[in-house]
């Protein structure tokens, strides 16, 4: 899985990375489940469809963190809230800035994801089962995000906290079952590197 991404040709403020089937693949079911995680949001219709953009707006985000530990690294506690400790007046704090912010925080996390998705599916294959992707600088920008989300949530899983764990889990032999989420941890930081240095003036 080398392939990185370079500015496009053609698309100004773009990026271009050329993706074979299984890593085209592998990006679209990480999208997926990181669209599952994050759940349909407030104002959806109970099969978990459209969204009501109006119920939306009047419904109150959460005020105590996810439990989910994925989840709570995606959408931590602001100002050291409940999970990361402060007295009574900063947790209180937290939870109102939570309850006003989250639901928006879900949403655009959500069209991030979805941009991914999206534009992995409007790929046309380019011969022996690879592709270029060309992304504008919108889809630039959806792009970091979903990519950073990933890797906070795989390292939320990996419970990588820093990195002296992660330098550990680099070195796990073939056959331990976390190797392939640590391999694509890696590889999705070598393609936010590689955006980020693109998208760079």
């Known amino acids: 899985m080398a392939g990185l991404f370079q500015p496009a040709a053609g698309v100004p403020g ?33 099969a978990g469809g459209e969204q009501d953009p109006l119920a939306a707006l009047m419904t109150d985000g ?25 007295d009574e007046k900063t ?14 925080l879900r ?24 592709a270029v992707l060309t992304l504008t600088p919108e889809q630039s920008r959806r792009w970091l995000g979903a990519l950073n989300d990933l890797r906070l949530a795989i390292g939320a899983r ?14 796990l032999p073939d056959g331990d079952p976390r190797k392939p989420m640590v391999m ?4 999705l930081g070598a393609l936010q590197e590689s955006l980020v240095e693109t998208l760079a003036p």
């Open 14 to 46: 773009g990026a271009a990375v050329a993706l074979d089937e299984v890593e085209i693949s592998i990006l679209r079911s990480l999208a997926v489940q990181l669209l599952e995680l994050i759940g349909p949001g407030p104002g959806a219709d109970e």
């Open 62 to 86: 959460p005020t105590e963190p996810p439990s989910d530990p994925a989840l709570a690294r995606l959408f931590p506690d602001a100002y050291g809230g409940p999970g990361v400790g402060g």
């Open 91 to 104: 947790r209180e704090a937290a939870a109102e800035f939570r309850r006003y912010t989250e639901n928006d």
């Open 107 to 130: 949403a655009r996390k959500r069209e991030d994801g979805l941009a991914v998705v999206r534009t992995l599916d409007s790929l046309a294959p380019a011969g022996e089962g690879g």
């Open 158 to 171: 990996l419970e990588i906290a820093d990195d002296e764990d992660g330098d550990e889990l680099y070195a």
């Open 184 to 187: 694509a941890y890696l590889w």
